[in-house]
């Protein structure tokens, strides 16, 4: 096991079948060079894995849900090689984030049947102290698998919507260890289809964002789906403004479930990783284009359950196939959690 003030804190310090529609969104922007496997995730503590953050030559990972916290410590061959719980009872885990004075925190803000009255970001400190500091959003429950923390420590909630139109919380006041403060929605996202292939919930999965990353550097954001990846600039800790430019999209290679998205240490490129097992850690390079001052990859606008469903049948067919489909992706997003 990990202990809390000596190696958790020195691993800190080393450094996060239907036709095509008429109209997509803009082609990704080819990487630099092709995406590599690094190694392969094959530990049965992983299953879920949903959160990455990459410290020098070595991972942390959390996997999702389950009834107690877990960062594991992953070496260069993606063998888990520490592991450091507390002592919290989550509800359903989705994301980390590392913070610039060694902390990780976790998002605890999975809420697939909208039922939760708060979520929980939880701060495992290297001095081993634990925090749990919980969030009521304003207009009712929200299920949001991605966490962006900003180079200020300003954490950042974005929501998984299955129409694409994702929401962007901030606390409204200062955090409050064991207390609940209100979030404010400061910004959208809204994703279009790409017909990149992958995740579980077919189309749909081009649309729902699993996961978030801020650069060591401060200097990009990251949002993936379960197919594609969505690079920003970002300057200073101002993510919102960050969030109403265009960003770069990346298409990453096709995965059972992809949830977890981290930049490299070098800051230059994505990691990213799926649900299931064996899980490929690939090594995304970004193209030249998500350095610049400004994206270039437009997001289109917001596709309707229709375009979800487009097959050419009639008008009325057509209808009841997209009721059909937006219940039975409810469902699937339900059983896609364990739940304690």
Known sequence: MLTAGASLGAALVLGSAAPALAEEAAAPVPPEAAPVTRCEISDPRLAELSGLVEVGDQLLAVNDGGDQVAVHLLDAACQVVDVHTAAVDPYDPEDMALGS??????????????????????????????????????????????????????????????????????????LVDGGTVALAEVAAVNLTLTGTPGGPV?????????????????????????????????????????????????????????????????????????EGLPSSLTVVPLPAAATAAAGTAALGDLPSLTDLTRSGLSPITSGVIAALVATVVVWIMGLLRRRP
Do not use: C, M
């Open 101 to 174: 004075d060694g902390t990780v925190w976790l998002a605890d803000t999975g809420d697939n049947n909208g039922t939760r009255p708060t979520v929980a970001l939880i701060a495992l400190r290297t001095d081993g102290t634990t925090g749990i500091f919980r969030l009521s959003y304003p207009d009712g429950p929200h299920d949001a698998e991605a966490l962006l923390l900003a180079p200020d420590g300003t954490p950042y909630l974005v929501t998984k919507e299955v129409l694409g139109a994702s929401k962007v919380y901030r606390p409204a006041a200062a």
């Open 202 to 274: 077919g189309r749909a999965g081009q649309l729902l964002i699993t996961g978030g990353a801020v650069s060591g550097d401060g200097t990009r954001l990251a949002l993936r789906t379960y197919t594609d990846a969505y690079v920003w600039p970002l300057t200073g800790s101002d993510i919102p403004a960050a969030l109403a430019a265009a960003p770069v999209r990346v298409a990453l290679p096709e995965s059972p479930q992809g949830e977890a998205i981290s930049f490299t240490a070098d800051n230059q490129q994505l990691v990213v990783a799926s």
